[in-house]
């Protein structure tokens, strides 16, 4: 099987044996998390690792826990976190989130979940899985995330737009309440796609303040803007 290596400013991920590659919602939604405070964090659905490593490069005293149901991903995951200097500080668990019981709770849970719903199945089995609702939906993960959350824990996803506003409102019934929120444009002239949004155990106190990124720059041939990069500056070579 031929690597292709996926180079970071401190980090390198190979995803050759994972089930979902390297996209830009997992590295927006890992450069956006608010973990720097946190003892304990959690990445469901890890894949090869890649969100899992930004929070330990951001975090540098954190405890980071990455699940996967697939096992190629989760070696991917482990050889991955091998090579860095924040091996010890990372683990990487093949089960399943929904049947697995962890001893401790979390300060902080993130995961770029599965979002198709009754489309067309991948290819294989694997992608599926790591594609599709059928086995894990947001709703799993916002019920999970319930029982696994510390007091003052938080949880932080990325979803379509529509699936992600849905799903705030499923999350307040079951008292997890929004604190932060960005909404992604592909570009300017284009509906928002993606919404970044983090939920807390407790009301917030003050007025939540909306974050806006436009991928890319109409007015630079629709190169990546500048917020973009500002976002991504701390892990791509590039930027």
């Known amino acids: 099987m031929q690597k292709k290596i996926f180079t970071c400013k401190q980090f390198q991920i190979d995803d050759s044996r994972s089930a979902l590659k390297i996209g830009s919602d997992g590295m927006m939604l890992g450069a956006w998390a608010d973990t720097f405070l946190c003892n304990s964090i959690l990445d469901i659905g890890t894949g090869s690792g890649l969100i899992a490593l930004m929070q330990a490069q951001k975090n540098q005293n954190a405890q980071i826990v990455g699940i996967d149901i697939h096992e190629g991903s989760v070696l991917d995951a482990v050889d991955n976190a091998k090579n860095t200097k924040w091996n010890d500080r990372l683990s990487f ?11 401790n709770r979390f300060d902080y849970i993130i995961s770029n979940p599965p979002f198709f719903i009754n489309s067309t199945k991948a290819k294989t089995d ?6 599709h609702t059928d086995s894990l939906s947001p709703e799993d993960i916002i019920d999970l995330s319930t029982k696994m959350l510390s007091k003052k824990g938080k949880i932080a996803m990325i979803l379509p737009f529509d699936l992600g ?26 509906k928002p796609n993606r919404l970044l949004f983090e939920l807390t155990r407790h ?7 909306e974050e806006i990124i436009h991928v890319r720059d109409s007015s630079k041939n629709n190169a990546f803007s500048n917020d973009y990069k500002t976002l991504l500056q701390d892990f791509m070579i590039r930027y």
Do not use: H
Request: hydrophobic share 35%; charged share 25%.
């Open 126 to 131: 694997a992608l599926t899985g790591a594609k």
């Open 93 to 103: 668990i093949c089960a399943d989130i929904k049947t697995y019981t962890f001893e």
């Open 165 to 190: 506003n849905n799903l705030i409102e499923y999350a307040q019934k079951q008292q997890l309440f929004l604190s932060r929120k960005c909404i992604i444009y592909p570009v300017d002239y284009k």
């Open 203 to 209: 009301k917030p106190n003050k007025s939540l303040t």
